[in-house]
Nanobody, 120 residues
Framework: QVSLVESGGGLVEAGGSLRLSCVASRSSFSIGGMGWYRQAPGAQRDLVAEIMTSGSTNYADAVKSRFTITRDNAKNTVYLQMDSLKPEDTAVYYC??????????????WGQGTQVTVSS
């Protein structure tokens, strides 16, 4: 398992910006893709963005051109810059990290979640 610690959520007005950070603990596992899901009340958890160790990215259509995901591989840290926020972006945002080792073990770890609230 890999432990993840998130920070950066909060309350912002529509049109504003927030930056989320997520740090993965050092472990014997190799970290692969990292990213963010979000879950609004009464809704399922949906992918927001993912970034691979190569730097390639994948975004949900709803956030393309507004959100930017980056990572610092040396620090095992992933960032989500969220601009032009809308009320419909309000949700709990969960960081995730895919991990594996040479023994064939693999999995995905989750952060504790951070609340993002966008007021209209």
């Amino acid at each position: 398992q890999v432990s993840l610690v998130e920070s950066g959520g909060g309350l912002v007005e529509a049109g504003g910006s927030l930056r989320l950070s997520c740090v993965a603990s050092r472990s014997s596992f190799s970290i692969g893709g990292m990213g963010w899901y979000r879950q609004a009340p009464g809704a399922q958890r949906d992918l927001v963005a993912e970034i691979m160790t190569s730097g390639s990215t994948n975004y949900a259509d709803a956030v393309k051109s507004r959100f930017t995901i980056t990572r610092d591989n040396a620090k095992n840290t992933v960032y989500l810059q969220m601009d032009s926020l809308k009320p419909e972006d309000t949700a709990v945002y969960y960081c995730f990290a895919r991990y594996s080792d040479d023994g064939g073990r693999f999995g995905r770890s989750w952060g504790q979640g951070t609340q993002v609230t966008v007021s209209s």
